[in-house]
């Protein structure tokens, strides 16, 4: 019955709360726990209704996840799978006796209200996954705190490091010089704001929504001694009224902003940007014929996030006013970033599971899985892109030679 609704030879095992099996059973295997995995399928024959019941623990995974994953996308690349007809999502819930009302979401799904984009949405959405537990981040990410794509120089090259090497490669395109103000939009917990006054003398600000970071970030700053020297405010990026900062970077900030506010965004940068002064934008791309997003991201981990292809950004920039200088793909990279936080999720399950409780935890191990497999098959990317705000006369500031792209 799964292979006729399926359309296709199982690729992966099945086994169900009952003992009975499918598939092959000698690599992943799926684990029906509860009928109410597959009540939940009848009511949302989706990925949504997947991610429920995994969220809830209804549904289970033997083997690796991200090759059972793989291979049933596989299948969906190739155009095998169809989407079943409603008779037959009829028939086989009537066979496995599983008709009955939806049973509730998971309490980790993400309820937010009003209107797309306001301050208040974008606070609650922000708060639904940046202030999970300063603690948890401490735990999956590197001790910078940097929860971005890093920047890998070797193939055995620790996280620490190369998110270290990301946080100087955009210190260096942003040509960074002792007593120059910097202002990070979206700063997260302080990576590079921290970075950039300790390595290079900057004056820096940085700007968040999300009051956990921002508590943080305030700690980093008393601790590593760059009182007066480092600021955070709990602040929108539409609220900032400061005199224009010689540099701007925003790493990965810019798929939180959506679609319809994105203008407004990149006017802002430009409004906040000196003459000659230079822009960062670090944000993740989708491919022009790829979905980005998805109801499980938009659903558990980041909700009213819209990615677009980066063709579509440089164009939002440049209507602003800024010239964009380089796009720097590092798509690769990702896949390397988030395979290293997967590794420490599972090294550390039981930390995290007591801080966060199991669904979260569970959210976060499909999420992993799930974005390390996006990006290694293309169908998301992450891009550094380099801008500047010309003078009256024209005048970009850039050097004849680009000279920041060597590594000190």
């Not at 890093?150 to 620790?158: I, Q, V």
């Not at 998110?163 to 910097?182: A, F, I, T, W, Y």
């Not at 791309?285 to 790829?290: H, K, M, V």
Request: aromatic share 6%.
């Amino acid at each position: 019955m799964a292979e006729r609704v399926l359309g296709a030879p199982l690729p992966i095992g099945f086994r169900a709360w009952d003992g009975s099996v499918a598939g092959p059973q000698d690599g992943t295997v799926l684990v029906i726990r509860s009928r109410d995995a597959l009540r939940r399928l009848v009511w949302s024959p989706n990925e949504l209704g997947l991610a429920r019941a995994y969220v809830s623990g209804e549904l289970d995974v033997e083997g690796d996840l991200a090759t059972g994953l793989s291979q049933i996308w596989g299948l969906v690349r190739r155009g095998v799978t169809r989407r079943p007809r409603l008779s037959e999502v009829a028939k086989l819930a009537w066979r496995l006796k599983v008709l009955g009302p939806n049973p509730d979401a998971p309490k980790e799904e993400a309820r937010l209200r009003g209107a797309l984009h306001t301050k208040s949405r974008d606070r609650d959405a922000i708060s639904h996954h940046y202030d999970l537990s300063n603690d948890f981040y401490r735990l999956v990410l590197d001790p910078s705190m940097a929860y971005s794509c890093a920047y890998f120089t070797s193939e055995d090259e620790p996280l620490a490091q190369a998110q270290h090497n990301k946080l100087d490669l955009v210190c260096r395109k942003l040509g960074l010089e002792p007593g120059m103000r910097l202002l990070d939009v979206g700063c997260g917990w302080g990576s590079m704001i921290i970075h950039a006054a300790k390595h290079y003398g900057v004056r820096a600000t940085g700007v968040t929504i999300s009051a956990q970071q921002r508590a943080h970030v305030l700690g980093r700053i008393e601790a590593e001694g760059l009182t007066g020297r480092v600021e955070v405010r709990l602040q929108d990026y539409r609220e900032v009224r400061d005199e224009p900062f010689d540099a701007i970077s925003t790493i990965e900030m810019g798929e939180h902003v959506g679609e319809s506010n994105y203008p407004e965004y990149a006017s802002t940068l430009h409004r906040l940007l000196k003459p000659e002064g230079r822009l960062l934008l670090q944000q993740m791309s989708r491919g022009r014929n790829a979905p980005g997003g998805g109801a499980f991201i938009e659903s558990y981990v980041a909700p009213d996030m819209h990615m677009r292809p980066v063709s579509a950004t440089t164009g939002f920039l440049e209507d602003a006013g800024l010239e964009i200088r380089d796009v720097h793909a590092l798509r690769e990279h990702y896949v390397w970033t988030v395979r290293a936080w997967a590794e420490t999720l599972e090294e550390r399950w039981d930390e995290v599971v007591a801080l966060v409780g199991e669904g979260q935890a569970r959210v976060w191990r499909l999420y992993l899985a799930g974005g390390a497999l996006t990006f290694e098959e293309g169908r998301m990317g992450v891009d550094q892109i380099l801008a500047v705000r010309r003078s009256e006369s024209g005048r970009s500031g850039m050097p004849r030679v680009r000279r920041e792209l060597v590594a000190r």
